[in-house]
């Protein structure tokens, strides 16, 4: 009989209907496939149980995040090579049960069955998030997300994020480190929103306050920083105190929706408007252009995803919804600008910069590695194994176009038309 990593080889292949381009390593040591390729490695026959269980996306992050798949070799190449048979393939329940009335496909799988052992479906990790599918985003379910995914230790976060603890896409220049890039992209926000001393500004979703204190320090402003998250906010306020600048900057642990010590002079939203939701985005930028004065800007910096033919027919992706982002939502950049116009606003100046993020979540990733054990010991080996892998993927998915990132930057114009801004709006770029 065959050892195990051929056979598992030969039934992917079939089942896939490709050939796989990397290595397949097994419980018992046989390895098949290219050799000195990276390795897909499967370490115990519960991997093959979660993959049956639940075909597709969620079985094989199931089994990564468990520790019954592993990698050797180089990591985006694995999942370079593995997007496009698995996580491209956008096959639904319909599809597999067409590929079922194949005979071969059939065939596959009762032997893929034979090699997984006892037909027991194995529980999914801790780190799963499990609750209804639909995305209500009330007040307490925001909430509840933001928590699973923030609330995982600030420790954790200064590992990844290193001393700038900034968690959103850097601005780099060649030859930039991250902290430099992070806080160049902090300084064009300031300059988009032509920040000046003595205005007011209202930073929302302002983690561990970065951009509240740069603002601060930097243009002589007033911020209020709002957050979901206890444990950013009092990260955030200890920050603030070490500055200095307790008279100068507030944090809250609050809802954007909860807000009325309006109006403000500026609004910077750096992504958190993912987690607003398609059903409540209008409501977001309704509430963010009552909250300005007029000639007031708005500063959205925000992950988008390309356009789909029909809309309808968008689903979150199962992996980030279940292990990252919970509620989580993307829109294309096209929808975000309408939205916002919509609400009364004046879109000025739209920026992507999409290959920056991919450059920026490869340095958390490379944070991560370096400083791996520490990491498990401040989370859980499932944890560190769901950050390491949501970060690599979404570095290949910014690099392919797969999805990008953008600021919008709109103003809430007066009556009279006059915007405030320069004739040469893209002075604050060198």
Not at 334 to 344: N, S
């Amino acid at each position: 009989m065959a050892d195990a990593a051929s056979r598992l080889r030969s039934l992917a292949e079939q089942l896939l209907g490709a050939p796989l381009p990397i290595r397949l390593r097994a419980w018992d040591g046989s390895q098949a496939g290219p050799p000195g390729a990276p390795a897909l490695v499967v370490r115990n026959r519960r991997a093959l149980r979660r993959m049956l269980f639940k075909p597709g996306e969620l079985g094989l992050v199931r089994a990564w995040v468990a520790g019954d798949l592993d990698i050797e070799g180089d990591l985006y190449t694995v999942l370079d090579s593995l997007a496009g048979l698995v996580w491209e393939r956008g096959e639904d329940a319909r599809g597999i049960v067409e590929a079922m009335r194949d005979p071969a496909v059939r065939a596959a799988v009762r032997e893929l069955l034979k090699l997984a052992g006892p037909p027991i479906p194995p529980a999914p990790p801790r780190e799963e998030m499990r609750r209804p599918r639909r995305h209500l985003h009330t007040r307490r379910t925001d909430k509840r997300a933001i928590s699973h995914h923030y609330d995982v230790g600030n420790d954790f976060y200064e590992i990844v994020l290193g001393p700038s603890m900034v968690y959103s896409c850097a601005y780099w220049e060649d030859g930039g480190t991250l902290e430099g890039a992070q806080r160049d992209k902090l300084e064009l926000i300031c300059a988009k929103l032509g920040l000046r001393p003595g205005q007011r500004l209202l930073d929302v979703g302002c983690g561990w306050g970065s951009m509240a204190i740069h603002a601060a320090r930097e243009h002589g402003v007033s911020v209020v920083g709002v957050t979901l998250s206890q444990e950013q906010a009092a990260y955030a306020r200890k920050r603030v105190a070490d500055e200095g600048l307790t008279d100068r900057v507030e944090i809250r642990v609050q809802d954007y929706r909860d807000v009325r010590d309006g109006p403000f002079d500026a609004v910077s939203s750096i992504g958190m408007a993912e987690h607003v939701g398609a059903e409540r985005y209008l409501e977001y930028a309704r509430r963010l252009y009552d909250l300005l004065k007029p000639g007031g800007r708005l500063l959205n910096h925000q992950i988008g995803r390309r356009p789909q033919r029909d809309e309808s027919t968008y689903e979150v992706d199962e992996f980030i919804d279940a292990y990252v982002f919970p509620d989580g939502e993307l829109a294309p950049v096209g929808t975000t600008v309408t939205q916002l116009e919509r609400a009364g606003f004046e879109v000025r100046d739209v920026e992507s910069i999409r290959e920056h993020y991919a450059r920026t979540l490869r340095h958390w990733v490379a944070n991560l590695e370096a400083d791996w054990d520490r990491a498990v010991r401040l989370t859980s080996p499932g944890r560190a194994r769901v950050w390491r892998l949501y970060m690599a993927a979404s570095a290949l998915a910014f690099e392919g176009n797969r999805i990008g990132v953008n600021q919008v930057l709109a103003i809430r114009t007066p009556q009279g038309g006059t915007s405030g801004l320069p004739l040469r709006t893209r002075t604050w770029n060198p």
